[in-house]
């Protein structure tokens, strides 16, 4: 991957100006440390900055920002376009070297709709034409690059890193950079900062899909004037064995694509246990990676082994501990372009840190439990939604004395799993009778979302992708395009690749696949989720070709938090979180006592993880 930096003005920049640009974009060469460029066009009113991860093409073939066309049109992106032959070959009847030389020549061709709606692989575009006097910027469907804008009266600023764009942007209107509240309490309560919001005021992030086309003869803002989403066919409900297999091999194979070696990571789950078995059919070679606890509860190593020592690859077990997580931790901290939200960044960005000594690609299973319906709350909605008389018990019997009892023991019939059954159920009986969609969604992605006043809820909310804010018939179907459309690029894959950029590594999934995607679509939840088991489809995919291999309940990339609380305590000034929870009781005192409250009860550190994530980050960019 990459990251870049871009401006587009008004009126000519200032020597000084493009020199304190150069300056601030800096920071963003974390994302691209092999080479890096810059472009300052004849008029001197676009200036780009580009660093680079140099994973397709030869040096020459991929520099950037890439200029044509007599020095009219100009490109940065970050990302990987891994059908970009095929693009090629389907639009410009022409072979390409690198995926930035295919995608410059496809944008000059004026059909970006068609090329983008085409594309397999993450990307975030900055695209100009100066004939034609407008600026393209473009979001991958699923999210998985960020790309971040600041509209002013006489620039646009656009870039990778909000922190870079916030400075610069801050820069040319001569005042502070100032912190937006409600992505603040968004943060501490769901977990995540969902597009379009970002953590400053006058930066926008993008949404998943979306294209913007800005007018830069004047600047003056058209707004979305065409947009990509995750693509939703009708659904046939027919399941084709041999068709999934076509269609996620091919999406293996595409992101084996690179001119350096790959490798996949394991976790011993079904997701990336999908991608290593689908590799190893198509006789790809590849070495396997899993990190390891020894001896604690979240060592996930030993089935990752099992599986790997079952399609004979080389597996390679990188063991850690608390103290090497907390110390990842606190550096990541400091340097992080946000604060850090999931306590998992940092198992997976401690494996990224040792595997990037010796690859600069890896794989993942990221996308599969979304695609395929692998969370409990899905099955929940699924059997609520088809069973009425069952879902008329569970709303009445909680109301009369003794009725959790009897209805726990019902539920134990059932054979849906008894974690937390109760309060899940409560959730998606909520959801089935269109009770305040938007508290009643994020309590299914954050138990800490009671935080959020409902007015707060409701605005995030409605800011979120309108394509599946229409809940329509299938309760199950609903919720896994909203986590799809929110979760997965908001929270999910911002910790891919924070965890991945940090050390100049990119990671890829073969689950984030439009093809894929229709699929499972056309699968629909009855076959997803038949028989009430989740990820059926992939289920099936491995007992085809490894009969009758039993999974382990899956652990994750967890970190094991209340074994790090006490260093992290010991090693974090106390007065940073006290300044943190003054500055937030400055803005919103109800939500500062709907915090404090839940801290104080000591139970939920994975709040208190966030607050001290929050209050370092703050710290080390000056707002405390």
Same mark, same amino acid.
């Not at 899909?209 to 803002?221: F, K, R």
């Not at 305040?436 to 969604?441: E, I, K």
């Not at 992605?445 to 007015?455: G, H, N, P, R, V």
């Not at 899956?554 to 970190?559: D, S």
């Given at each position: 991957?990459?990251?870049?930096?871009g401006?587009?003005s008004?009126?000519?920049?200032?020597?000084?100006q @493009?020199?304190?640009?150069? /300056?601030?974009?800096?920071?963003?060469?974390?994302?691209g440390p092999?080479? %890096?460029?810059?472009?300052?066009?004849?008029?001197?009113?676009? $200036?780009?900055?580009?660093?680079? =991860?140099?994973?397709?093409?030869?040096?020459?073939?991929?520099?950037?920002?890439?200029?044509?066309?007599?020095?009219?049109?100009?490109?940065?992106?970050? !990302?990987?376009?891994?059908?970009?032959?095929?693009?090629?070959?389907?639009?410009?009847e022409?072979?390409?070297?690198?995926?930035?030389?295919?995608?410059?020549k496809?944008l000059?061709?004026?059909?970006?709709?068609?090329?983008?709606?085409?594309?397999d692989?993450?990307?975030?575009?900055?695209?100009?034409?100066?004939?034609?006097?407008?600026?393209?910027?473009?979001?991958?469907?699923? !999210?998985?690059?960020?790309?971040?804008?600041?509209?002013?009266?006489?620039?646009?600023?656009?870039?990778?890193?909000?922190?870079?764009?916030?400075n610069?942007?801050?820069?040319l209107?001569?005042?502070?950079?100032?912190?937006n509240?409600?992505?603040?309490?968004?943060? +501490?309560?769901?977990?995540m900062?969902?597009?379009?919001?970002s953590?400053?005021?006058?930066? %926008?992030?993008?949404?998943?899909?979306?294209?913007?086309?800005i007018?830069?003869?004047n600047?003056?803002?058209?707004g979305?004037?065409?947009?990509?989403?995750?693509p939703?066919?009708?659904?046939?409900?027919i399941?084709?064995?041999?068709?999934?297999?076509?269609i996620?091999?091919?999406? @293996?194979?595409?992101?084996?694509?690179a001119d350096?070696d790959?490798?996949i990571?394991?976790?011993?789950?079904?997701?990336?246990?999908?991608?290593?078995?689908?590799?190893?059919?198509?006789g790809?070679?590849f070495e396997?990676?899993?990190?390891?606890?020894?001896?604690?509860?979240f060592? #996930?190593?030993i089935?990752?082994?099992?599986?790997? /020592?079952?399609?004979?690859?080389?597996?390679?077990?990188?063991n850690?501990?608390?103290?090497?997580?907390?110390?990842?931790f606190?550096q990541?901290s400091?340097?992080?372009d946000?604060?850090?939200?999931?306590s998992?960044?940092?198992?997976l960005?401690?494996l990224?840190?040792?595997?990037?000594?010796?690859?600069?690609?890896?794989?993942s299973?990221?996308? !599969?439990?979304? =695609?395929?319906?692998?969370?409990?709350?899905?099955?929940?909605?699924?059997?609520?939604?088809n069973?009425?008389?069952?879902s008329?018990?569970?709303?009445?019997?909680?109301?009369?004395?003794? !009725?959790?009892?009897?209805?726990?023991?019902?539920?134990?019939?059932?054979?849906i799993?008894?974690?937390?059954?109760?309060n899940k159920? #409560?959730?998606?009986?909520?959801?089935?009778?269109?009770?305040s969609?938007?508290?009643?969604?994020?309590?299914?992605?954050?138990?800490?979302?009671?935080?959020?006043?409902d007015?707060?809820?409701l605005?995030?909310?409605?800011k &979120?992708?309108?394509?599946?804010?229409?809940?329509?018939?299938?309760?199950s179907s $609903?919720l896994?395009d909203?986590?799809?459309n929110?979760?997965?690029?908001?929270?999910?894959?911002? /910790?891919?690749?924070?965890?991945?950029?940090?050390?100049?590594? %990119?990671?890829?999934?073969?689950?984030?696949?439009?093809?894929?995607?229709?699929?499972?679509?056309?699968?629909?939840?009855?076959?997803?989720?038949?028989? &009430?088991?989740? /990820?059926?489809v992939?289920?099936?995919?491995?007992?085809?070709? @490894?009969?009758?291999?039993?999974?382990?309940p899956?652990?994750?990339?967890?970190?094991?938090l209340?074994?790090?609380?006490?260093?992290?305590?010991?090693?974090?000034?106390?007065?940073?979180?006290?300044?943190?929870?003054?500055?937030?009781?400055?803005?919103?005192?109800?939500?500062?006592n709907?915090?404090?409250?839940?801290?104080?009860?000591?139970?939920? $550190?994975?709040?208190?993880?966030r +607050?001290?994530?929050?209050?370092? $980050?703050?710290?080390?960019?000056?707002?405390?």
């Amino acid at each position: 991957m990459c990251g870049f930096m871009g401006i587009v003005s008004k009126n000519k920049f200032t020597i000084e100006q @493009i020199d304190r640009f150069g /300056k601030l974009a800096v920071p963003i060469s974390v994302r691209g440390p092999d080479s %890096e460029g810059e472009y300052v066009n004849e008029s001197q009113k676009i $200036w780009l900055k580009h660093f680079r =991860l140099s994973i397709i093409g030869t040096p020459e073939q991929g520099k950037q920002p890439s200029v044509k066309n007599d020095s009219t049109t100009s490109l940065v992106f970050n !990302g990987e376009i891994y059908n970009y032959k095929k693009l090629s070959d389907d639009f410009l009847e022409e072979t390409s070297y690198s995926d930035t030389a295919a995608l410059h020549k496809l944008l000059d061709s004026d059909d970006v709709f068609s090329v983008l709606d085409a594309t397999d692989g993450p990307y975030a575009i900055g695209y100009t034409n100066e004939e034609k006097n407008k600026l393209i910027l473009a979001r991958d469907r699923f !999210g998985e690059k960020p790309l971040y804008v600041s509209y002013l009266e006489s620039y646009v600023v656009f870039g990778s890193h909000q922190c870079e764009v916030a400075n610069v942007s801050s820069f040319l209107r001569h005042d502070k950079v100032s912190l937006n509240n409600i992505a603040i309490k968004s943060f +501490l309560s769901l977990g995540m900062i969902a597009s379009p919001l970002s953590i400053f005021n006058n930066v %926008e992030k993008l949404l998943p899909g979306q294209i913007l086309t800005i007018d830069i003869s004047n600047n003056s803002y058209f707004g979305n004037v065409s947009s990509i989403k995750i693509p939703i066919k009708n659904k046939k409900n027919i399941y084709k064995e041999n068709e999934f297999d076509n269609i996620f091999h091919s999406s @293996i194979s595409n992101r084996f694509v690179a001119d350096t070696d790959v490798s996949i990571y394991l976790s011993g789950g079904i997701d990336s246990s999908c991608v290593a078995l689908g590799a190893k059919v198509q006789g790809i070679d590849f070495e396997t990676f899993t990190l390891g606890f020894p001896g604690s509860s979240f060592d #996930e190593s030993i089935e990752a082994s099992r599986f790997a /020592k079952k399609l004979k690859v080389k597996h390679n077990v990188v063991n850690s501990s608390p103290d090497a997580l907390v110390d990842f931790f606190l550096q990541q901290s400091s340097v992080s372009d946000f604060p850090i939200a999931d306590s998992s960044t940092l198992p997976l960005g401690l494996l990224c840190s040792n595997v990037s000594n010796h690859f600069k690609v890896a794989i993942s299973g990221d996308g !599969g439990d979304e =695609l395929f319906y692998g969370y409990n709350k899905y099955i929940y909605a699924r059997f609520l939604q088809n069973n009425y008389l069952f879902s008329f018990i569970c709303r009445t019997l909680p109301q009369i004395p003794g !009725g959790l009892v009897t209805l726990t023991r019902l539920l134990n019939l059932t054979g849906i799993s008894k974690t937390n059954t109760i309060n899940k159920l #409560e959730k998606m009986i909520s959801l089935a009778s269109n009770k305040s969609l938007h508290a009643n969604y994020f309590s299914t992605i954050s138990k800490d979302s009671f935080l959020l006043s409902d007015s707060d809820a409701l605005d995030i909310f409605n800011k &979120l992708n309108k394509v599946v804010n229409d809940k329509g018939s299938h309760l199950s179907s $609903w919720l896994r395009d909203m986590d799809i459309n929110v979760l997965l690029p908001e929270s999910l894959l911002v /910790k891919s690749d924070s965890a991945s950029m940090s050390c100049g590594m %990119e990671l890829r999934s073969p689950f984030l696949n439009k093809d894929l995607k229709f699929f499972s679509d056309d699968s629909g939840p009855q076959r997803n989720l038949e028989k &009430l088991n989740g /990820k059926h489809v992939l289920k099936r995919y491995i007992g085809r070709h @490894i009969p009758a291999y039993n999974f382990m309940p899956k652990k994750g990339f967890g970190a094991p938090l209340t074994l790090m609380k006490v260093r992290i305590e010991n090693e974090l000034d106390r007065s940073l979180m006290d300044n943190t929870l003054t500055f937030i009781r400055e803005f919103d005192e109800e939500f500062y006592n709907r915090l404090l409250q839940s801290l104080l009860k000591d139970t939920n $550190w994975l709040l208190s993880f966030r +607050l001290h994530s929050l209050s370092i $980050w703050l710290n080390k960019k000056g707002f405390l």
